[in-house]
């Protein structure tokens, strides 16, 4: 794995980017009709290089065609010639990414995470997200039964007849941070990953309590299905987004890093593009 800079007119900033070695055949598409064959040595989120003999000649873009690992997909990227250097033999040419489908994009982030040993944090983080946003539903919906009805039964009558107004508060800002761990859950900014991380752990919070009132209510010592189904459930949650929050919080920094880097070539690409259009450049159909 390295890390690398580039500056592009449109922004004048430095970029980090990460670029992984791989061994990928690839299709390279010159003109009308021609096909070159040429190995991709390294892949990052912004660009590629591959390796082709040192007597062919490219122009400053072309098409590249290339699949990746247990991937039957074949992606389809338009790419601007960016340096070239003679190594070990054979010419290694270094492109950026100058069009490139959202599907053909996400499959790189995936790619490239998988190979940097994060995709577990997100995945983690992404069930996680699910399992809360799920139980936030059902909460809203007992809350407002519980208020049209007066009163719950649950094996027996709770104490009060209806819930306070305070817990209406608190359960609207539950629902609220597992909406938003879980409607973010494709973006790949550090940023975003540590604001869902913190809803997270903030409705992790809320279901532990919530919990610990159920044991206090002896209501854990339900024997009817449903109880051993919700609180099978419960458990679940708990257990699964305890281990989300940990193993991401252990790896926090390097998580941070990964997701700047695989979302920073989308402002890259979407740069480009602008300046493409500009220049009066249209967009190719590959």
Same mark, same amino acid.
């Given at each position: 794995?390295?890390?690398?800079?580039?500056?592009?007119?449109?922004?004048?900033?430095?970029?980090?980017?990460?670029?992984?070695?791989?061994?990928?055949?690839?299709?390279?598409?010159?003109?009308?009709?021609?096909?070159?064959?040429?190995?991709?040595?390294?892949?990052?989120?912004?660009?590629?290089?591959?390796?082709?003999?040192?007597?062919?000649?490219?122009?400053?873009?072309?098409?590249?065609?290339?699949?990746?690992?247990?991937? =039957?997909? #074949?992606? !389809?990227?338009? +790419?601007?010639? %960016?340096?070239?250097?003679?190594? $070990?033999?054979?010419?290694?040419? *270094?492109?950026?990414?100058?069009?490139?489908?959202?599907?053909?994009?996400?499959?790189?982030?995936?790619?490239?995470?998988?190979?940097?040993?994060?995709?577990?944090?997100?995945?983690?983080?992404?069930?996680?997200?699910?399992?809360?946003?799920?139980?936030?539903?059902?909460?809203?919906?007992?809350?407002?039964? =519980?208020? #049209?009805? !007066?009163?719950? +039964?649950?094996? %027996?009558?709770?104490?009060?007849? $209806?819930?306070?107004?305070?817990? *209406?508060?608190?359960?609207?800002?539950?629902?609220?941070?597992?909406?938003?761990?879980?409607?973010?859950?494709?973006?790949?900014?550090?940023?975003?990953?540590?604001?869902?991380?913190?809803?997270?752990?903030?409705?992790?919070?809320?279901?532990?309590?919530?919990?610990?009132?159920?044991?206090?209510?002896?209501?854990?010592? #339900?024997?009817?299905?449903?109880?051993?189904?919700?609180?099978?459930?419960?458990?679940?949650?708990?257990?699964?987004? *305890?281990?989300?929050?940990?193993?991401?919080?252990?790896?926090?920094?390097?998580?941070?890093?990964?997701?700047?880097?695989?979302?920073?070539?989308?402002?890259?690409?979407?740069?480009?593009?602008?300046?493409?259009?500009?220049?009066?450049?249209?967009?190719?159909?590959?």
């Amino acid at each position: 794995m390295a890390y690398n800079s580039f500056s592009d007119k449109a922004g004048e900033k430095d970029r980090i980017f990460v670029r992984i070695s791989v061994k990928l055949p690839a299709e390279v598409f010159i003109g009308s009709g021609s096909c070159k064959h040429a190995i991709i040595s390294d892949l990052s989120t912004t660009g590629l290089s591959f390796s082709i003999d040192k007597t062919d000649s490219f122009p400053k873009v072309f098409v590249l065609h290339f699949r990746l690992p247990n991937s =039957s997909r #074949s992606i !389809k990227v338009k +790419v601007e010639r %960016k340096n070239s250097s003679d190594v $070990s033999g054979v010419l290694r040419i *270094g492109c950026l990414f100058l069009e490139i489908s959202e599907e053909d994009k996400k499959l790189i982030d995936r790619h490239v995470s998988r190979s940097l040993d994060c995709s577990m944090s997100w995945k983690a983080v992404n069930i996680a997200a699910f399992f809360l946003f799920v139980d936030a539903l059902w909460r809203i919906d007992a809350y407002l039964m =519980s208020i #049209s009805y !007066k009163g719950t +039964v649950f094996g %027996k009558i709770f104490p009060e007849a $209806s819930f306070p107004h305070s817990y *209406g508060i608190v359960l609207l800002a539950y629902a609220v941070a597992c909406f938003t761990a879980f409607i973010t859950a494709d973006n790949l900014r550090a940023k975003v990953f540590r604001l869902r991380l913190t809803c997270i752990a903030v409705a992790f919070i809320f279901v532990v309590m919530k919990n610990v009132v159920y044991w206090r209510l002896c209501l854990w010592q #339900s024997q009817s299905l449903f109880g051993v189904i919700f609180f099978g459930a419960q458990s679940l949650l708990i257990a699964w987004s *305890g281990f989300a929050i940990g193993i991401s919080a252990a790896s926090l920094k390097k998580m941070s890093l990964v997701s700047n880097c695989l979302g920073v070539h989308r402002d890259g690409l979407r740069r480009r593009k602008q300046v493409e259009q500009d220049r009066g450049g249209g967009r190719a159909a590959f």
